[in-house]
């Protein structure tokens, strides 16, 4: 068995998760319209879109509550386009505040299937360093051209 000798007093640092927060309260309005949240949208190109949400966290009890967390400046949610339930191209984003724990995303998107995904947004957040992640379902928006 071949393995790795690390000298003493040269571990690596131990891979700590930032914490998640989990998206609760979501509301979808679509120029101006608020909508009934589902898991699909069906839009037209350009049609304004913005997505609300309040950032939840556990206290030691368990018990939920809206993270205080504030952003000092507008961050990007990626939106990842899809084809044949694959992503391909290039992503589009969707500006970003977070204010005492309430997020607001808006964006607009061209014609096609794009989603908001998950993994896709902690991955984003990584590369900025923010000190959290976020738990949320994956929100589809079927964009079509307006005839």
Known sequence: MIGIVVPPGQLPAP???PPSFTYANQAV???GQSRLFSPAFFIHENDLIRIEADLMDKDGQGNLFVTPFST???IAAPVVPHAGGKPFGNDRYF???ITAGHVVMQGRLPSGDWKLLPDRINQSLKEINAPFEVSLSPITFFVSTPA
């Open 95 to 97: 500006r970003t505040e």
């Open 29 to 31: 309005s679509i120029n």
């Open 72 to 74: 000092s400046h507008e």
């Open 15 to 17: 891979q700590v998760r």
